[in-house]
């Protein structure tokens, strides 16, 4: 198993950037494929990025390509979501996952592990 553990969430205004952080603590890290996903109220979770278990392929979500960026530091069990240009529309919990599969997901159905989430809030 693998316990993974959220921070970096909280109040910003549009426009600003905030960078997201998820520690992995357990088994391997290495071995898992990472995503992240959010969940805003009244709203089905959310694929947001992903990335392989190299850190050599990542993928993002239309609504926030060119905007977020995931990376992974295999050596710290962390992988990161770097925020920019936020806006209203991305308030949400998001969420760490983790992916025991050789193959990257997209749907919450693929992902094995989840953290608590954390609370990001985008004032306009």
């Known amino acids: 198993q693998v316990q993974l553990v959220e921070s970096g969430g909280r109040l910003v205004q549009a426009g600003d950037s905030l960078r997201l952080s998820c520690l992995a603590s357990?088994?391997?890290?290495?071995?898992?494929?990472m995503g992240w996903f959010r969940q805003a109220p009244g709203k089905e979770r959310e694929f947001v990025s992903t990335?392989?278990?190299?850190?050599?392929?990542?993928f993002y979500a239309d609504s926030v390509k060119g905007r977020f960026t995931i990376s992974r530091d295999n050596a710290k069990n962390t992988v990161y979501l770097q925020m920019n240009s936020l806006n209203a529309e991305d308030t949400a919990v998001y969420y760490c996952?983790?992916?025991?599969?050789?193959?990257?997901?997209?749907?919450?159905?693929?992902?094995?592990?989840w953290g608590q989430g954390t609370q990001v809030t985008v004032s306009s």
């Open positions: 996952a983790a992916s025991d599969s050789s193959v990257y997901s997209i749907d919450p159905m693929g992902y094995d592990y």
């Open positions: 990335i392989t278990r190299s850190g050599f392929s990542t």
């Open positions: 357990g088994r391997t890290f290495s071995r898992y494929n």
